[in-house]
């Protein structure tokens, strides 16, 4: 089950108004074998790449990705490997980092990095490991790993250690990795541009102590509370869109 996320109902993303450039949405499929990713840019400048997290969609980044557009970047959005529209049903956080990799070698190396949740951890590991040369990250709500999400699970249904670990053998067995090596909160320790960490102190969805960890990890960041915006809602919400966009402004060009 963690390796098959749940699909958001598939929605086409709407061009946009065709007399704002910056609206308007261009398609592009990209593939490396069999590994296929469909790809959608806004606007025109520094490539801007947003992730959506775990059982989410590039939809889920479309205010965000609007946003930067209009402030002069050129977003990047695409549904994960095992998400929305991708032909794949699986997927896992190498598969997202791969499909990050496919993405910026096609599409030129983005400037900046905006990550939700897992797609958060992603961001991390897009920088610290994948060594994407961005200016400035945006995490919204981020997700410390994999190990999150079994944990979450295991003490959901009261699975005994047995067989917890039987499941975490197959999960390293599938991903070709440990664990641990998949640790956001780790990683950001490696970490070094500037970063804006914004959550809700009552997320229910992904604790916001995860948020004042990977601040304290992650040297030059800055932890924003969002209260009252809960896990998914906060992606639409427009103060804190618009602080996302001026952190990053003042970081890539001062001001």
Do not use: C
Request: proline share 8%; aromatic share 8%.
């Amino acid at each position: 089950m963690f390796a098959t996320p749940p699909r958001q109902k598939n929605r086409k993303i709407e061009p946009g108004s065709p007399s704002s450039e910056a609206m308007r949405a261009y398609r592009i499929d990209l593939n490396d074998g069999p590994f296929r990713i469909s790809a959608t840019t806004f606007g025109d400048g520094p490539p801007a790449m947003l992730l959506h997290g775990w059982g989410g969609s590039a939809n889920d980044m479309l205010p965000l990705a609007r946003a930067f557009a209009g402030a002069g970047w050129r977003s990047v959005v695409f549904d994960m490997p095992g998400h929305g529209r991708s032909p794949q049903r699986e997927s896992s956080l190498v598969e997202f980092l791969r499909a990050m990799r496919l993405v910026a070698g096609a599409l030129g190396t983005p400037e900046i990095i905006v990550g939700h949740s897992f797609g958060g951890a992603a961001a991390v590991f897009g920088i610290t490991e994948l060594l994407l040369p961005v200016r400035a990250a945006v995490l919204v709500a981020p997700a410390p790993g994999p190990s999150y999400y079994v944990d979450q699970f295991v003490r959901a249904v009261g699975l005994p250690a047995a067989r917890t670990n039987g499941m975490v053998r197959q999960l390293v067995e599938r991903v070709g990795r440990p664990m641990e090596s998949l640790d956001a909160l780790v990683a950001a320790r490696a970490a070094a541009v500037p970063a804006l960490i914004v959550h809700d102190p009552r997320d229910r969805e992904v604790s916001f102590e995860f948020a004042k960890q990977m601040q304290e990890a992650w040297r030059g960041s800055r932890l924003m509370p969002a209260p009252s915006l809960g896990h998914k809602r906060i992606l639409r919400d427009a103060t804190m869109i618009d602080a996302a966009v001026d952190f990053v402004r003042s970081v890539t060009r001062g001001g």
